[in-house]
C-alpha cells in the first residue's frame, strides 16, 4: 500500500533526504512551465545555510539554472554536481497516485521525477548542512538546469561559465540514474528538421511544376544510404548498442491531393552518433547533397524552390577513458568498480567538451524514468547519501583528484 508523504513529515530512514524530495516532487517543473518557484525554494534553502546562488535565466525569463558554490571557490580540485529540475509531462499516462505528491511504500517513494532526477537532487540538498560546516579543501559546485528533457538547452551559459573558473572544477558528476553504477559515455542526439518548398501545379502539368514530396524523398533516400554506409563500415564501438552511429527520417508530411503536385513537404531526421563521429559534418553532407544534386533541378523550373534546414537539438556524445583518474574516484566513491556505456543521453557531453572530467553516476534506474508511477528505490537514495558523504570526506583531506 502506498501513502503520501509530506515534506513536515520525517519519515524513518532517510529523513531529510525523503522530506526534500517531497518539496522537489511537489513543484510541478514540466520542461513547458516554469521552474523559478522550484529554484526560488533551492536558494532560500541554501540561504538559511550561508550559501549564495547565482542564476542563469533563459531568454523568457521563466526559467532560470542554478549555480552555487559550497567551500573555497578559487581552490583547485574542486568537483560539480549537476542535475537538471525539469521533468516530462505527465500527459495521457495512468498514475496510481498524484504525480506531484511524494508518495512511498517500504521500498519504494513515488512520483514524477522522483528517479529522473530529483531523488539526486534531494540527496544533494540534503548534504548542504553538513557540507556547510565541513572544512571542505576544494570547492563543490551545484549546478541544476533547466530544460534538459527538452535537449539540453538550459545547462550551457552555466557550464561554460563554471569551465571559465581560474581554477575549473577537476571532475563533473552527472546525478541521472545509473543504479549509482559509473557511466563514461553515450552517443548523442542531432535533430535536423528540413522544410522543402516546390512549385504547386494541377498534376498533368507535372513538367512545369516541382514537386516537394518527390525531392524530399530523394534526400530521405540519400539519409537513408548514409545510413547504411555508417551501420556497414563504421566507426564501430563494441561498448554501444548499437555499436555504430544511426540515422533515420522520424516524420515526413506532405501532399494534399493525388491531382495537385505537392507545393511543401516537411521532415525530420534524427541522428545518433558516436562519440567518435563529426555530427556537424554528417548533418552538413546531407546538406549539401540537398543543395549540391537535388535543388539545382528544382530551381531551373523555379528560383523560389529549395530547401530549408534547422538544427532543433544537438546534445553532445561523450566519452571518458575508462583509466581516467575522475572514473576511478567515482569508481571508488560509488564502491562498484565496473563502468557502462549507456544508450540516453545527458548534459555530461557538455562539461566533458568544456574541459571538465565528467562521469555520469546517479540514483535510481533509467528503466523508471519518464513512466507512469515513476518511483526510486529508498535504497538508492542511501547508496547516494553514502557516495556524497565519501566525497565530501575526500574534499576535507584536499582536492578530488
Ligand atoms: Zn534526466
Known amino acids: ?67 552555487a558554490v559550497i567551500g573555497p571557490p578559487d581552490a583547485a580540485g574542486g568537483v560539480v554536481l549537476s542535475g537538471h529540475t525539469d521533468v516530462v509531462p505527465v500527459d495521457g ?34 548534504r548542504v548542512p553538513h557540507l556547510a560546516q565541513a572544512r571542505l579543501q576544494a570547492p563543490i559546485h551545484l549546478a541544476f538546469s533547466y530544460d534538459e528533457e527538452v535537449g539540453c538547452l538550459g545547462v550551457e551559459e552555466m557550464a561554460a561559465d563554471i569551465a571559465r573558473r581560474a581554477a575549473p572544477p577537476a571532475l563533473c558528476i552527472v546525478g ?12 548523442g542526439i542531432w535533430s535536423l528538421e528540413c522544410l522543402v518548398t516546390g512549385l504547386e501545379a494541377h498534376s498533368s502539368q507535372v513538367p512545369y511544376a516541382v514537386n516537394a514530396v518527390e525531392a524530399a524523398a530523394e534526400l530521405v533516400a540519400y539519409v537513408r544510404s548514409v545510413a547504411r554506409r555508417l551501420s556497414s563500415d563504421g566507426p564501430f564501438n563494441g561498448q554501444f548498442d548499437p555499436p555504430f552511429t544511426t540515422m533515420q527520417t522520424g ?35 546531407i546538406r549539401q547533397y540537398a543543395f549540391r544534386v537535388i535543388e539545382p533541378r528544382m530551381k531551373d523550373i523555379d528560383p523560389a524552390t529549395g530547401f530549408e534546414f534547422r538544427i532543433m537539438s544537438q546534445v553532445a556524445a561523450f566519452d571518458i577513458v575508462d583509466d581516467h583518474p575522475a572514473v576511478s574516484l567515482v569508481q571508488a566513491l560509488s564502491g562498484s568498480n565496473d563502468t557502462a556505456k549507456v544508450s540516453f543521453a545527458t548534459e555530461a557531453g557538455i562539461f566533458n567538451t568544456l574541459g571538465i572530467p565528467t562521469v555520469v553516476c546517479g540514483p535510481g534506474s533509467i528503466d523508471q524514468a519518464h513512466k507512469p508511477n515513476e518511483f526510486i528505490a529508498r535504497g538508492q537514495l542511501r547508496q547516494c547519501e553514502v557516495f556524497l558523504d565519501k566525497l565530501a570526506q575526500k574534499l576535507t583531506q584536499g582536492g578530488a583528484i
Open 176 to 187: 541521472e540514474p545509473t543504479l549509482m553504477k559509473p557511466v563514461t559515455g553515450h552517443k
Open 251 to 285: 516524420r515526413f508530411h506532405g501532399g494534399s491531393a493525388v491531382n495537385i503536385v505537392p507545393n511543401r513537404c516537411e521532415v525530420s531526421f534524427d541522428l545518433r552518433p558516436l562519440p567518435s563521429v563529426d555530427a556537424a559534418a554528417v548533418i552538413e553532407d
Open 93 to 126: 499516462q495512468n498514475w496510481d497516485s498524484d504525480p506531484f505528491v511524494l508518495h512511498a511504500d517500504e521500498h519504494d517513494v513515488y512520483g514524477r521525477g522522483s528517479c529522473d532526477m530529483k531523488g539526486f537532487l534531494a540527496t544533494v540538498l540534503s
Open 1 to 67: 500500500m502506498i501513502h503520501p508523504l509530506f515534506s513536515d513529515v520525517a519519515p524513518q530512514g532517510t529523513p531529510d533526504t525523503l522530506a526534500i524530495l517531497a518539496r522537489l516532487v511537489g513543484f510541478n517543473t514540466i520542461s513547458q512551465d516554469s521552474n523559478l518557484p522550484l529554484i526560488d525554494w533551492i536558494a532560500t534553502y541554501l540561504h538559511s545555510h550561508g550559501i549564495d546562488s547565482h542564476r542563469f535565466y533563459d531568454a523568457t525569463g521563466t526559467k532560470a539554472a542554478l549555480h
